[in-house]
């Protein structure tokens, strides 16, 4: 199993990992760690995976979701253990209770304040309905720290107009993050650099990682956009006992 470890200041006790595809149980188009138990996997792969994952962090309790593409933030609470409720979105202040994001392209943000931690999936849709401006909701601005994932790189990401017209009708200066493609009509996007003008927005401007990109690497990561049947990484925040 490959993990990949953010590298940006936060306290000690502020603990993440994103996965790559390499390692675990499953065939096929899933072959590696496939963890996502949605996309035609066989369950017990599935289950094997996301068990050996937990396993090597040492992480009894995980809020996974079932995503959506919106902007809903939820509490990450034990009791909600085998539960994946239906959001984008989930923070957590409890120590040894990791919020789970899945992606295969779009891209996973954590957040973190130092009290509190919290993931979120911001694909397109929900990076532009606001997805990352509503789990600020949960956290100290002044005092938050981002992380972005592995997603599609800026090279590899054709939109069309409508996708870029509804970035600029929020923000003007997200015209700069679009290019022209080769294609009439489509546009290539930075997702990195519309999450980071979000959030710079927002007022959170301590924001590390991006660079990594799921289209291109087959070896390492998933991606939706080049396989179409394919499995899901994950990427997880959690904090220890002080």
């Known amino acids: 199993m490959e993990l990949l470890t953010p590298h940006w200041p936060v306290p000690s006790h502020i603990k ?6 390499i390692g675990g149980y499953s065939q096929g188009p899933y072959a590696g760690l496939n963890l996502g138990d949605h996309v035609g996997d066989q369950p017990s792969h599935v289950a094997a995976n996301r068990a050996q994952l937990l396993e090597q962090l040492d992480l009894e309790q995980s809020q996974w979701l079932t995503q959506v593409h919106g902007t809903r933030c939820i509490e990450a609470l034990p009791v909600s253990l085998h539960i994946a409720p ?9 120590a040894q209770l990791a919020c789970v ?31 990352l401006e509503t789990t600020l909701e949960a956290f100290e601005r002044a005092h938050t ?15 069309g107009d409508e996708v870029r017209e509804r970035f600029c009708q929020y923000l003007p200066a997200s015209e700069q993050y679009f290019v022209p493609s080769a294609n009439a009509g489509k546009w290539l996007a930075d ?13 959170v401007t301590q ?16 991606s939706y956009r080049r396989d179409r049947t394919t499995g899901r990484m994950a990427t997880l925040i959690w904090k220890t006992a002080a």
């Open 16 to 21: 993440a990992v994103a996965t790559t595809r």
């Open 86 to 94: 239906e959001a984008d979105a989930c923070y957590t202040s409890q």
């Open 101 to 131: 994001i899945m992606t295969a392209d779009c891209l996973p943000v954590l957040f973190t304040d130092g009290e509190r931690v919290g993931a979120a999936h911001a694909g397109w849709r929900g990076l532009a309905d606001g997805v």
């Open 145 to 159: 720290s981002v992380w972005l994932g592995p997603a599609i790189g800026p090279a590899a990401f054709e939109v």
């Open 191 to 203: 997702i990195y650099g519309l999450a980071r003008l979000r959030l710079a927005a927002a007022g």
């Open 207 to 222: 924001v590390y990682g991006g660079g990594l990109c799921t289209f291109t690497d087959a070896v390492r990561f998933f």
